[in-house]
C-alpha cells in the first residue's frame, strides 16, 4: 500500500518550484498534483493518455475540446486522450489531482 498526504504533496511540489509533481507511477497509471494560482496560464497541451482531473481545492473554467465548463473543490472531470485541454479564469488558487491511464512518460 502506498498512502500520500495532499499538504505534504503540495510542501514537495512547491520546494520543487513546479506546477506539477507526480507522486506515483504504476504500470497501468500514474498520479500527480497539479496547481495553478489565480491568474496563472495554464500551458499544458494534449496527452496520449486518458486523464481523470478531481479539483481538491480552488475555482477555474476548463475548456476540453470545443466544451468549457467550471470546476470547483469536488468536480471530477474525464479528458479523453488527444483532446486539448486547459484551466483558465482561475479565480481560486487550484489543487487538481490527475489521474493517467496509461501512466505518463
Known sequence: MKVFRLDELDRHRAEEQGAYLRFLK??????????????????????????????????????VGEETCTVARGTVVF?????????????????????FSPPET
Open 79 to 99: 479528458v479523453p486522450a488527444g483532446v486539448p485541454h486547459r484551466f483558465h479564469h482561475i479565480t481560486e488558487e487550484l489543487r487538481v489531482l490527475v489521474v
Open 26 to 63: 504504476e504500470r497501468t497509471m500514474s498520479a500527480g498534483l497539479y496547481a495553478l494560482a489565480p491568474g496563472e496560464l495554464d500551458t499544458q497541451s494534449a496527452h496520449q493518455q486518458d486523464e481523470l482531473y478531481q479539483v481538491v481545492s480552488g475555482r477555474a473554467y476548463l475548456t
